[in-house]
């Protein structure tokens, strides 16, 4: 069955840099889903794609959909530690397919 | 109010037992779901139903047996716990079953720990 790759697993960073996290598909995709789950909590919708090549900005969160709609990325300029969680991926075919999430851990 | 609404959010139990887990949701949606979700914090999805009627049952063993006694409620049952149900399981729903702009609201999770 279809499946969506995300990477990197986790990422470690200062207070202040940025983050990345990216995921993949070998198929075109109709729309791609981000979602954030701070520790403790649950997943929260954050922003849907669905053009080609399309990017959406929340604040310091930038979100990039492929030109051929198969990979997207989710970038954090300067994070915080509101920041602090793990990010998911998850495409729509006739259920969601989620991606396996990158935790974004801020060093002390 | 809170839009999905699950009970209870921790349960301790040991080995054996029989447990559910209740889920409610206030959205108006048709579609609403039980995902469990690991220690290593993959998501995965266990059960679907839409409008009471179950679409979507993933490899879950039988001991796992959802209820969905109208479109707002969808309950799930557990038999004969192991340790390996140690799991966070989140109800959710959405407006359909899927499509572009089918967002997901989870309730807030049910932290199950089998002893």
């Known amino acids: 069955g279809q499946q969506v790759m995300q990477i990197p697993q986790y990422q470690h960073v200062q207070e202040g840099e940025d983050f990345t996290t990216y995921c993949n598909s070998s198929?075109?995709?109709?729309?791609i889903q981000w979602y954030k789950q701070r520790p403790g909590g649950h997943p929260v919708f954050l922003i849907q794609l669905v053009k080609s090549g399309e990017v959406k900005k929340q604040k310091r969160l930038t979100f990039q959909f492929g030109e051929a709609k198969k990979n997207s990325s989710l970038h954090i300029t300067a994070t915080q530690t509101t920041d602090v969680g793990t990010y998911f991926c998850?495409?729509?075919?006739?259920?969601?397919?989620w991606g396996a999430g990158t935790k974004l851990i801020i060093k002390p | 109010d809170t839009a999905v609404s699950q009970t209870p959010k921790y349960l301790v139990t040991q080995m054996g037992n029989d447990k559910s887990i209740k889920c409610e949701q206030n959205?108006?949606?048709?579609?609403m779901y039980w995902y469990k979700q690991d220690s290593k914090k993959f998501l995965k999805i266990m059960f679907s139903y839409n409008n009471k009627e179950l679409i979507i049952n993933e490899t879950v063993p039988n001991r796992f047996s959802p209820k969905s006694p109208d479109k707002a409620h969808l309950n799930l049952h557990i038999n004969s716990l192991e340790l390996g149900d140690s799991a966070v399981y989140f109800c959710?729903?959405?407006?359909?079953?899927?499509?572009?702009?089918?967002?997901?609201?989870f309730g807030e999770g049910s932290w199950l720990t089998v002893v």
């Open positions: 998850a495409i729509d075919n006739y259920q969601l397919i």
């Open positions: 959710a729903s959405s407006q359909a079953s899927s499509g572009t702009g089918n967002t997901i609201y």
């Open positions: 198929t075109t995709l109709s729309n």
């Open positions: 959205l108006g949606h048709d579609t």
